[in-house]
């Protein structure tokens, strides 16, 4: 069976510091990987999705960046945090069109 | 941008059907329509998802309108373990776009 795994479950990072989050699925080939973002008490915000190997779309402008370094993991990337970077992360993944979107238990971000 | 609009909240009681509308008028014809629930501090949770024929599953079923510009997730019969955020969603190009939700609560 597939699963996928996303850490750490919390961080509290201060403005100005790196960011690196990390998201792994097992059980699969070539999924469809995405970011998404949520905001306290709001919707899911697209932040990148990667339908393959290097292969990286951005929906949002900002400071944040995603790689993806082998066909199954997906890295969220901040060089200089910002406050407006505090959030709810999650990282999904789903084999095709026809198929459910499967998350990760998600990364809260606190950054003070 | 969102591509489907929903009712910010509704309320059901405990142990009796729930209607969850969702409007997606600029669906195309190979959009697939995916419903999702989100319990606090926790990923979002498939419901589930169709094409164009009304789709049943374990957990609920989904009526599609004909012309496929909206759509009604069926919960048949609420439980406690049901309230939450349920997202309408459109599976566009390879992009889940997700709208504001419908936070559903159950009264006992």
């Known amino acids: 069976s597939q699963t996928i795994h996303q850490w750490p479950a919390t961080l509290v990072q201060p403005v100005g510091s790196p960011l690196s989050l990390e998201c792994t699925v097992e059980g699969t080939s070539n999924p469809n990987l995405y970011w998404y973002r949520q905001a306290a008490g709001r919707g899911l915000q697209l932040l990148f999705y990667s339908v393959g190997i290097g292969q990286i779309s951005s929906e949002v402008p900002q400071n944040l960046s995603a790689s993806r370094p082998q066909d199954r993991q997906f890295i969220l990337s901040s060089k200089k945090l910002l406050l407006s970077d505090s959030g709810f992360y999650l990282c999904a993944w789903t084999r095709d069109r026809v198929s459910p979107l499967h998350f990760g238990n998600g990364t809260r971000l606190t950054v003070t | ?108």
């Open chain 2, 1 to 108: 941008d969102a591509k489907t609009t929903q009712p910010n909240s509704m309320e059901s009681n405990e142990e009796e059907p729930v209607h969850l509308p969702c409007n997606h008028s600029t669906i195309s014809g190979t959009d697939y329509i995916h419903w999702y629930r989100q319990l606090p501090s926790q990923g979002p949770e498939y419901v589930i998802h169709g094409l164009t024929s009304n789709v049943n599953n374990r957990m609920a079923s989904l009526a599609i309108a004909e012309d496929r510009k909206s759509s009604t997730l069926i919960l048949h019969r609420a439980t406690l373990r049901d309230a939450a955020v349920y997202y309408c969603i459109l599976f566009v190009g390879n992009q889940f776009y997700f709208g504001t939700g419908t936070s559903l609560t159950v009264i006992p």
